[in-house]
């Protein structure tokens, strides 16, 4: 890349950067910052995601918003093909289907050992990978196509996950949820920091029981009539 396109491109960031800059909240606890422009940054803020590399980055509200838009965070090819997207913001959209349809059948072709799971679509692999968490962090579990793609027939209100950023989150115990992708991180580490034995305990599963059911709180609840509407 030539020194000119550079400084253009840096610019326009500024530009747009400058436009979308809101006022810092007075509360901020020090130490939190963004992690793209090190701006303070409280709580509540939001992330992107890194595709390159997985990560998840807590970012300020003018960095979230500027790869919100279709093409953000795209880097050109050196061989002219279409662009790379490095960069997306990751939704805030929290769903729950309390009805989802999945029979023990699926599930067990699923070869999932435990009771939840999370899947997403991961873009630069083409294909839907599972995770369930466990005491040794998130682990994978090869996915049966077929199986996955009778669950998302099934039920369409939750299908429509957005890749690498969203994830379907199936709880055998209560349903699924459609949430963003650093919902399902926080589940595991959550599991890590509690899990103790073969089952778990009494206090791991107090703790999941007490995750899923904020989640229950904050998701808008779908039915099957919003799927056939």
Known sequence: ????????GRERYERERAAAQAPVPPDVPPGERCE????????????????EDR????TCRPCTLLFTHSGAGSERRDDGDSPIRRFRAVPERYRYDPDFAMSDGDWDELAIPVRMAFFFRNAGMGRTVAFYPSPG????????LDAWVRVLAANPAVADVEPDVEA????RGSG??????????ELVGLVRLHWKGFDGGEEAWTAIEAFFAALRDRSQRVTREDANG
């Open 168 to 171: 379907l989150l199936v709880d």
């Open 55 to 58: 990560r998840i980055l807590c």
């Open 176 to 185: 699924a949820y459609l949430v963003p992708i650093d919902v399902c991180y």
């Open 137 to 144: 962090g998130a682990t994978e579990s090869e996915l049966a």
């Open 36 to 51: 793209m422009c090190a701006e303070p940054i409280g709580d509540e803020h939001g992330h992107v995601a890194n595709l």
């Open 1 to 8: 890349m030539s020194l000119r396109r550079f400084a253009a």
